[in-house]
């Protein structure tokens, strides 16, 4: 498929058709990896990395956090 550089601004960009968003499920403002390779642009998604709930409070450094939080084993149907 052949798309057109455009002035964007300040900047230059390129549109990606609608059919390609969504078969790739993207979106507006979602993040993409962008790399040269020879003579290529390559456009990527991220592998996305989930993480557990507890390395997110552990990157959390905000207020409210709560003092007397444990991490206990599961008592009933809980999933973690």
Do not use: C
Request: aromatic share 8%; glycine share 4%; net charge positive.
């Amino acid at each position: 498929m052949e798309v057109r550089i455009q002035k964007w601004g300040n900047s230059n960009g390129i549109r990606i058709p609608s059919p390609i968003l969504k078969s790739l499920k993207l979106k507006a403002n979602d993040k993409l990896n962008l790399e040269y390779d020879d003579n290529k642009i390559i456009i990527s998604k991220p592998k996305s990395t989930k993480i557990s709930l507890e390395e997110r409070f552990l990157e959390y450094h905000g207020k409210n956090l709560a003092k007397d939080f444990s991490w206990d084993d599961p008592e009933g149907k809980e999933i973690w």
